[in-house]
């Protein structure tokens, strides 16, 4: 494909989904993943705690195979959180259960997309940790044409496989996009520079959208509510050796 679907150019890009990951990580020093609701945003809850977060791609029998072999807890759905598996992909669930120092997390989008970075630094970035991680990037050098920077929002799936473009990814991604621009990263492909108009309020926006809507009327309300908590954390997650931890 040519360079106009990689965004050549330009300092700060920006896509969908595991596809469009795959496709213009090839070409980019740092990867950002965001799946505020909620791979990204359990993730920067878990590290705030010190814990090492493992991405897994399948949510299968061998989730469990993998987290033994790294000697870690296994997070399972958020239905499925129990007294002997506290863990699971519900960040309100994450603070509530006990300390693990390692966690695998599946989870089909955002680790696919994590995976798809190849020798890319790859962070993790949500609505609370935007501006961090915006001010992270632009201090080691990132967002620059020479050290690209791909943002990607997760996005959902649609019954039949197929991409969803999610309102709260797009919000998460064109925070940390924001936030770049502020720390003076201003080479931004027309793709990245339409992503954030900026929301009065972010909590009840994503509440009321497709995503919000459906944790909240499954009782997940709370999920919700950690999710929006727009920069209240300093951690940046950055994978190193397998899993997520926070970056000094």
Known sequence: MGDWFTQACHGVRFDWGPAGAELLAKDAACLVVVDVLSFTTSVTVAVESGTRVFPYRWRDETAAVFADQVGAGLAVGRSRATESSPWSLSP?????????????????????????????????????????????????????????????????????GSLRPALEDLLGAGAVIAALRRYGRDRLSPEAAATYEGVKDIGATVADCASGRELVEWGYADDVAIATELDVSEVVPVLADGAFTAAE
């Open 92 to 160: 309100a669930a994450l603070r509530r259960a006990p300390f693990t120092p390692r966690l695998v997390l599946p989870s089909p989008n955002g680790s696919t997309i994590a995976a798809s970075a190849g020798e890319s630094t790859v962070v993790a970035a949500c609505l609370r940790n935007a501006s961090a991680v915006g001010q992270w990037l632009a201090d080691r050098g990132y967002g620059t044409a020479e050290r690209p920077v791909v943002v990607i929002a997760s996005g959902e799936r649609w019954p039949d």
